[in-house]
């Protein structure tokens, strides 16, 4: 294991010399600490590096170069949708009437983002086939929380206090069962079938007076859209239950299909996956919330509102009785949002639908294209992501699919996501979006074909990759268990900052 390399940069602290300084700032008068007491000034210098501008600026470019992101190459990231981010989103979302924007300003002085918001949210209501929406939930996760919530609250107010079970499939999202669980639901977990859809007759069996909620995201983790998905949902209402959409997936189904009017009481929209705002890194994010009718009394507070003048203003305070409550301060993830209803303006209805069929086009070219070379635990049409397998590779040569996914990034590629969903050996989710040239999509299959070649010609050379990356492969249980995460001096008087 080793984590130096050449391209790899000190820290500050290492290349902190005493005296350095920018030396072109100006001291502060002689007098700037006299209004602060004596006993609470230091009694010596902060522990700060040293160093002259040039020093800094270069270290901070030498770093930002090591970054991979989906302006640098091709980020075939399953199940997190890495599209590319149009830069007019950007240039939106920065326009100073948004981004100066104080969240405490009155409303009359508010009107051009709530009038935005309000758009967004009849937007989504639309393409997700629902009555009513919420802006407020930070992240998808945040949205399926407010969802279950919202649920939970509808079976209370109808006097309905058995219902304690939440149907998750094992091909699901591992949020969907912490949700249920946070939510204070027993997680009740259905097998899928052999194609990959959920097991019927396991559903059914499931199914009770104490089911509150079924939790289905379509398509599923395995990039498989769910043909029972009518079936199931009337199974589910004829027991006085709700279905939950997890719209983590909808980049596949824009245009074709809408939830709401298939029978999914309620949904969220990862509106950071599907209407661009890449995350990676953890965010940022937004997961708006859409509601049947049925739901919408239990909606989170504030939400906005356009009067009779056409003018806007937030909900107030106590308004409306039967809300959940707040889920995130003020209104929500603004700048996401606004990237969001970029996005969605520039594409219109057509549009949207053209961003699904080439999604879909590029995951099942790409599957075609990896047919011979890797298993192919699902061989259906799949939808804007699909399962490859190394399962029979690591068989016959010993080869892991963590190691040919170290080994892709010798290739130049980020690695898809590896080893989810959990149910499928060897996987890899591979999710090219539609905003990838075919010439990325051949360049990426042929990197991947060529690396299965490798795994029966020179093992070796994929278990020790990757090669070419500025830190080699880590020990994963030692970084996993001992991080070292934070910068410690070494002790001495070379120190120039104690810890």
């Excluded at 004596?38 to 970054?67: F, G, I, K, M």
């Excluded at 059914?204 to 289905?216: E, N, Q």
């Excluded at 029972?228 to 980049?251: C, K, P, Q, S, T």
């Excluded at 809408?258 to 953890?282: L, Q, R």
Aim: charged share 20%; aromatic share 6%.
């Amino acid at each position: 294991m080793s984590v130096t390399g050449e391209r790899l940069q000190p820290t500050l602290f290492e290349r902190s010399r005493p005296g350095r300084g920018g030396g072109k700032i100006p001291h502060p008068p002689a007098d700037a600490l006299d209004r602060i007491p004596a006993a609470a000034r230091r009694t010596r210098p902060p522990a700060l590096p040293e160093l002259n501008e040039p020093d800094v600026v270069r270290h901070y470019v030498n770093l930002s170069q090591l970054n991979y992101a989906v302006d640098t190459g091709f980020y075939p990231l399953g199940s997190c949708t890495m599209k590319f981010n149009p830069k007019l989103n950007e240039w939106a979302a920065r326009l100073p009437g948004f981004a100066n924007l104080h969240p405490l300003v009155p409303d009359a002085l508010a009107q051009g983002t709530l009038d935005l918001l309000w758009s967004l949210e009849g937007s989504l209501a639309e393409i997700g086939g629902m009555d009513a929406v919420t802006l407020q939930p930070a992240a998808g996760a945040q949205g399926e929380l407010t969802g279950i919530l919202m649920i939970r609250a509808y079976h209370r107010a109808r006097g309905d206090t058995d219902r304690s079970e939440v149907l998750v499939p094992d091909s699901s999202h591992g949020t969907n069962p912490a949700t249920a669980s946070m939510a204070g639901f027993r997680t009740v977990t259905i097998p899928s079938a052999a194609d990959g859809g959920v097991d019927l007759d396991a559903f059914r069996a499931a199914l009770g007076p104490r089911t509150a909620a079924v939790m289905i995201t379509n398509p599923s983790t395995l990039g498989l859209f769910e043909r029972r998905i009518g079936e199931l949902l009337r199974e589910v209402h004829a027991v006085g239950a709700l279905a939950y959409m997890d719209g983590a997936n909808l980049n596949a189904i824009l245009g074709r299909f809408k939830p709401g009017e298939a029978g999914f009481d309620v949904m969220h929209f990862n509106v950071h996956k599907t209407f661009s705002t890449p995350h990676g890194g953890g965010g940022p994010g937004a997961g708006p919330v859409g509601v049947r009718a049925t739901l919408a009394p239990f909606l989170p507070g504030p939400r906005v509102l356009r009067e009779a003048d056409g003018t806007f203003r937030l909900e107030r305070p106590g308004e409306r009785p039967t809300s959940i409550g707040r889920l995130r301060s003020f209104v929500g993830n603004t700048g996401v949002l606004v990237r969001a209803w970029t996005y969605i303006a520039a594409h219109g209805a057509s549009g949207l639908r053209e961003v699904s069929d080439d999604a879909v086009l590029a995951a099942n070219y790409l599957k075609a294209r990896l047919a011979g070379a890797y298993d192919i635990p699902y061989d259906r049409p799949c939808k804007h992501e699909f399962v490859a397998s190394a399962a029979t590779i690591r068989r016959e040569t010993g080869v892991r699919t963590l190691d040919i996914a170290k080994r892709l990034i010798d290739h130049g590629f980020h690695p898809p996501t590896i080893y989810f969903p959990l149910i499928t050996e060897e996987g890899m989710l591979i999710e090219p979006t539609e905003t990838e040239s075919i010439e990325t999509l051949d360049a990426f299959a042929e990197a991947l074909i060529e690396i299965a070649a490798e795994a029966y010609k020179a093992p070796e050379l994929v278990t020790g990759a990757p090669h070419t990356a500025p830190v080699r492969r880590l020990d994963e249980a030692t970084a996993a268990r001992q991080p070292n995460l934070r910068w410690r001096p070494m002790a001495g008087a070379e120190t120039p900052c104690p810890d």
